[in-house]
């Protein structure tokens, strides 16, 4: 879409004569500066006693309850002859409407948009983000009727959306609410692309300064958006956007319908390291417009805004996401097999030093999703579902392969998932146990309930043997120390104590502080340093402050490897085992006859 020419700052200017839509939105933006709006809503002619009006209270792509109706004041209602309904305020988001006679009903209140971290919505004199899930109200009753959003903007702003463009300038149009609420609007002051790539339509929309360099992300982006096909059949858009924010005290990503905004810190664009973070987000999120967006679990179709949505296989959604998203710019060549493989690495080791896994299930993960809290207890004892929910993702696609002789793989699952299961239609688990039955030819039940009802354990030396690669810390690897601490910044306050590990055993706990070792002061600086002075196994004596009295505790320390897990090339892979590879990622092998990587890639 181009931009939308800037105009206006009335909105008699904006609203046609001529009724155009069953539900009519208007937001004046005019008066940016802090963070204010005002909202006007008006609803179609209704026979009944009342008019329910909710804002939901979470946002696609976020599983967590939020409090986005505290950002609405001055609620107003009144009907169609302008006189004053009353109203009740009848749950955390949601208003009810008192009607005595049949009538449109307006609604209008003041709406604070300061959420930009959450992706919710943001206003200040520079732009407005807007999801309407924080930002629109909206009637059950006229949910699935047709939309058209009004903006009353600043004249030097443009406006974009994954929304058709509408009749009048700064305008957008919506067949429902659920499109509404899946289709946020970027309006400001901004970097404009337009690009194509496999015959769809791209843009490229950037809000606020920063070290980017936006002709390399639209060539990436590009490259990017066009191996959708390796692993779907067809799209579900004809144009799609992507947001991005380059600012200061937010980062984070959410897919929508035809969509995403992303968000990093402004300058963390120029290193590669720093980039690869922001187009592994972009692959991210582009690859839920089919996974999430064009096929989901059950328990999230049809999205209620007003309650949460329990399923068993957010892993899938999230964890297989996270699975294919560098697969994709490998594919792409936007990522180097070297770069793929450390970022394997980091996940494997990650994993390893993750209690939690031991504990909970991905299944378990998953249906918690929504009461999961972060921290020491989360590491201890929970399973994160984008990360175990991509190793497991990693651990059914090589048992695909290795069932079907390399003939089926994981992206056929997906592939199958959109075609049979597109929404509205949803899937539960005997959905994706018949499609792996289908794909392999044999029953997936034990290893469905050993690898996703059960806490997964992975070896991944076999696992990734299939493949001709190995996993290890390398010939200058060596034995280190180790008490299984996290401190909190710039202090010697414990955040984590890892469980079953050295200090855990010893009787140290969350919330400790550290003020001696072996009777000599150590700072939150030197940590780290002082205990490689030990030797693994030994004993030392640890001097803290536990609910704040002094303790003294003699502490074995446990042993650790130095350096980052590697994942390189057996010493003499087979034909058999670069197959699998080949099969596996879609690239050829990329090591030379004495196993490093080729330079050329």
Known sequence: M??????????????????????????????????????????????SSALVVNLPVWRTGKYEVLPLADSVRLFTAKDAAGDTLPWSRTASGEWTVALDKPTAVTVSYQLYANKLGQRVNHIDAS???????????????????????????????????GMDSGPTNHSFTAANYDILVDSPIETGISEYREFKADGKQYELVIWGEGNYDIDKMVDDLTKLSGQAEAIWDDYPFERYVYMVHATSGARGATEHLNSTIIQRPRFSYRDRK?????????????????????????????????????????????????????????RAGVMTAKEFFEDLAKRVAQSEKTPGREVQSVASASANQWASTGGDYAVNHSTNIYSEGYLT????????????????????????????HRIPAGYNIADVKAILKNVSGTSYEKWWQEHVNSPISLDFDTLLDQAGLTVGYGDDAKSEPFVGVTLESNSLVLSRVLRNGPAWNAGIVLGDEIVAINGLKVTAAGFESRIKDFKAAGKINVTLFSNDRLKEIELTLGEQQSGKLAISSVEKPSRSQKAFFKAWLGIDWPFDKEGKLKTAE
Do not use: C, M
């Not at 692959?283 to 059950?298: C, D, G, L, M, Q």
């Open 2 to 47: 181009k931009p939308v020419v800037p105009l206006i700052l009335t909105f008699s200017a904006l609203i046609s004569p001529v009724a155009i839509a069953d539900v009519d939105y208007s937001i004046d933006l005019s008066n940016p500066q802090h963070h204010l709006a005002k909202v006007e809503v008006v609803f179609p002619a209704t026979k």
């Open 127 to 161: 732009h407005a983000f807007l999801d309407a899930s924080g930002t629109f109200v909206y009637s059950p009753q006229f949910r699935d009727e047709p939309i058209h959003v009004s903006l009353a903007v600043p004249s030097a702003w443009n406006s974009y959306s």
């Open 274 to 330: 720093d980039y690869l973070g922001f187009i592994k987000t972009a692959s991210h999120e582009f690859i839920h417009t089919w996974n999430v967006k064009a096929y989901r679990p059950e328990g999230l179709v049809p999205y209620d805004y007003q309650e949460e949505g329990i399923t068993q296989l957010l892993w899938i959604a999230e964890g297989s996401t996270s699975y294919f998203q560098s697969q994709l710019l490998l």
């Open 393 to 420: 993702s990693l651990a059914l696609d090589f048992s695909l392969l290795e069932e079907t002789k390399l003939d089926s793989s994981y992206r056929d699952v997906h592939r199958e998932l959109y075609q049979s």
